[in-house]
C-alpha cells in the first residue's frame, strides 16, 4: 500500500471527522483535568498525589506510543486505533468514578495507555488516506485542534466542576469516544497484507523499562532525591544499550533503526525534541510571571498562554498549503526562528506587561505550528506504509519527552537560581508557599521575577538550539523523497 492508495471503500471526510474527534478527545483531555484538579483534590483528599494525576498519563502515552506505533504496522491502523480508544474510554469510566486519589492515579494510568494511540495513530492515517499534496493541508488542519482545545478546555473544566460533579470531567469523553469508534469501524477499510506477526516482545519490555525509568526521573526525580534520579537514569541508560542491541537482532524490531539514520527524520526528530523543551517553559513558567510577579490576575496570565494556542493553528494550516511548493528545509527554518523570536521577546521584554509576554508566545506558536506540520508530513513522505506508524511515533514520542525534560529543567533552573538569591537554598520551599496577592516581601518577588527570567533565559537556549538543527535539515524536495521512501 503506498501514501497515494486508499482501500476503495474508505469515505474519507467521515473517517477525518472521526479523527478529528478522536483527537480533541484525547487533547482536550489534559486541560479539562488541569482547571478541574483542585476541585477533585479538594473531594477526594490526597493532595501529595496532586503531581501524579498528571504524571501518571503523561507516563503511560509516552511508553505506549512506540509500541502502538509498531502495532499499527503489523495488524493495520483500524484495530489499533480503536483498541486505543476503547482503553481511553475504560479509564475515564474509572476516573469518573474514583473513590480517592491513589484510585484516581491508577485510573488515569489506564487513561494514559489508551491516550497513546490516538495521536499517532490518527497523524499516521491522515498519512495513509491523502495524497502528498493533500498531507499538508489536512495535517495543518488537525494541528489546529490542539489550539481549539486548549481554550476550550479550561472553560469547560470550570463549568463542569461549577455546575455538575466533578465525574463528567471524565464521562465528558464517551460520547466523542464512542461517535469516533463508530465511524472508523463503518467507514475505514484497510487493505492489509495478512502474514503471521512476528512480534518483539523483548524490545517491547526494554523500551518500556527505559522509558518507564527515564520519565520518573524527569517527572518525579525532584520528589524522590539525588540518589534515586541516578537509579533512575541508570536503568534508563542500561536499558536503552539493550534496546539498541535487541533492535539490531531483532527479526522485526519495536523502532527500524535505518530510520534514525535517515538525515531529515533524525534532525526533524531532535528539531522535535528541542522545541518541546522551549514550549513546556513557556506553557509552565510565562502565566507564573505575569501572575506572581506582575501581578496580574489568573485569566490575564491564561491569555499569554493562549496566544500560543492560537498562533499554532494558523501557521498549522498555512504552513499546509505552503509545504509541497516550498520544501522542507525553508519551512523548518522559518519555524525554528519564530519559536526563536518568541523566545527572545520574553526573555528580554516580558516585564513590559502581559501584552508583549502574549505576543512572544504567539511567535512561538507560530513557530511550533510551522514545525510540527513540516516535520510529521516530510517524515512521512519519507517511509512507505509498513514504516509510517513506527516513524511517525518516533517524532511524537520526541515531543513528549521535551516536554518532560523541559519541565526538570526548568524547574532546576529556578531552584537554583532562588536558592542563590534568597540563599541556603530556600527558594523551592518559598515558591511553593507563594501567597495570592503582591503584599509579601519584596525581596521574595525580586528572586522570583530573576529565577523566572533564568528559565526564560534558558528557553531561549533551546530555542536556539532547535534553530541550528533545522538549519542543518538537507534541502530536498518531498516528491522526490516520496519517490525513493524506506520501505519495508
Given at each position: ?5 486508499r ?50 498519563f ?6 505506549t ?26 479509564g ?31 497523524t499516521t ?28 478546555g ?9 455546575h ?18 463508530a ?56 536499558a ?28 526533524a ?76 521577546i ?12 502574549g505576543?512572544?508566545?504567539f ?10 506540520t ?25 515531543r513528549?519527552?521535551?516536554n518532560?525534560l ?12 532562588l ?29 522570583l ?5 533564568t ?22 524536495n ?11
Open positions: 500500500m503506498t501514501s497515494a492508495t482501500p476503495p471503500k474508505t469515505r474519507r471526510a467521515l473517517v477525518l471527522a472521526a479523527l478529528v474527534i478522536a483527537m480533541f478527545m484525547a487533547a482536550i483531555e489534559a486541560t479539562i483535568v488541569a482547571t478541574a484538579l483542585p476541585t477533585i483534590a479538594g473531594k477526594l483528599g490526597g493532595i501529595e498525589l496532586y503531581s501524579w494525576v498528571f504524571s501518571a503523561l507516563l503511560m502515552q509516552a511508553v506510543i512506540p509500541i502502538y506505533g509498531k502495532l499499527s504496522d503489523l495488524f493495520g491502523r483500524k484495530p489499533v486505533l480503536i483498541m486505543g480508544i476503547l482503553i481511553f474510554l475504560a475515564s469510566i474509572l476516573c469518573g468514578v474514583a473513590w480517592s486519589m491513589p484510585a484516581l492515579v491508577a485510573f488515569r494510568f489506564i487513561q494514559g495507555i489508551g491516550a497513546g494511540a490516538v495521536h499517532p495513530l490518527a492515517l491522515i498519512g495513509d488516506l491523502y495524497t502528498l499534496e493533500e498531507r499538508g493541508r489536512v495535517q495543518g488542519y488537525m494541528s489546529s485542534v490542539w489550539g481549539v482545545s486548549a481554550i476550550v479550561p472553560l469547560a473544566g470550570a463549568l463542569i466542576v461549577q455538575t460533579t466533578w465525574a463528567w470531567v471524565f464521562w465528558v469523553n464517551l460520547p466523542f469516544g464512542i461517535v469516533a469508534i465511524l472508523v469501524s463503518l467507514y475505514l477499510h484497510e487493505e492489509i497484507e495478512r502474514k503471521k506477526p512476528n512480534i518483539d516482545f523483548a524490545g517491547a519490555g526494554l523500551i518500556i523499562v527505559g522509558l518507564v525509568s527515564l520519565m520518573l526521573a524527569l517527572t518525579q526525580g525532584g520528589r524522590w532525591g539525588v540518589a534515586a534520579v541516578v537509579l533512575l537514569l541508570a536503568v534508563a541508560a542500561v536503552t544499550w539493550l534496546f539498541l542491541r535487541q533492535q539490531r537482532r531483532a527479526a522485526d524490531p519495536i523502532m527500524h533503526l535505518e530510520l534514525w539514520q535517515d538525515r531529515l527524520i533524525a534532525l526528530n531532535a528539531a522535535t525534541l528541542c522545541s518541546g523543551i522551549a514550549m513546556i517553559g513557556v506553557i509552565s513558567f510565562l502565566p507564573m510571571f505575569v501572575q506572581r510577579v506582575l501581578g496580574e490576575s489568573a485569566l490575564v496570565a491564561g491569555f499569554t498562554v493562549c496566544a500560543m494556542s492560537v498562533g499554532w493553528p494558523i501557521a498549522s494550516v498555512i504552513t499546509g498549503h505552503l509545504l509541497v511548493r516550498t520544501g522542507t528545509q525553508r519551512l523548518a527554518r522559518v519555524g525554528a526562528c519564530a519559536i526563536c523570536a518568541g523566545s527572545l520574553i526573555a528580554l521584554a516580558v516585564d513590559r506587561g502581559p501584552l508583549v509576554a505576543l512572544g508566545s511567535f512561538v506558536g507560530i513557530g511550533l505550528g510551522v514545525l510540527t513540516t516535520f510529521i508530513v516530510a517524515i512521512q513522505t519519507s517511509v512507505g506504509w509498513a514504516k509510517r506508524g513506527v516513524a511517525t511515533a518516533s517524532n511524537m514520542l520526541m513528549i519527552l521535551g518532560a523541559g519541565a526538570a529543567v526548568y524547574g532546576g533552573a529556578l531552584n537554583l537560581a536558592g542563590q538569591t534568597l540563599g541556603g537554598g530556600r527558594g523551592a520551599p518559598l515558591r511553593a508557599t507563594l501567597p495570592e496577592g503582591v503584599d509579601a516581601a519584596a525581596p521574595l518577588y525580586s528572586s521575577s530573576s529565577g523566572l527570567h528559565v526564560f533565559w534558558t528557553v531561549l537556549l533551546f530555542a536556539l538550539i532547535t534553530v541550528v538543527a533545522c538549519w542543518l535539515v538537507p534541502d530536498q518531498l516528491r522526490e523523497r516520496e519517490s525513493r521512501k524506506i520501505d519495508g
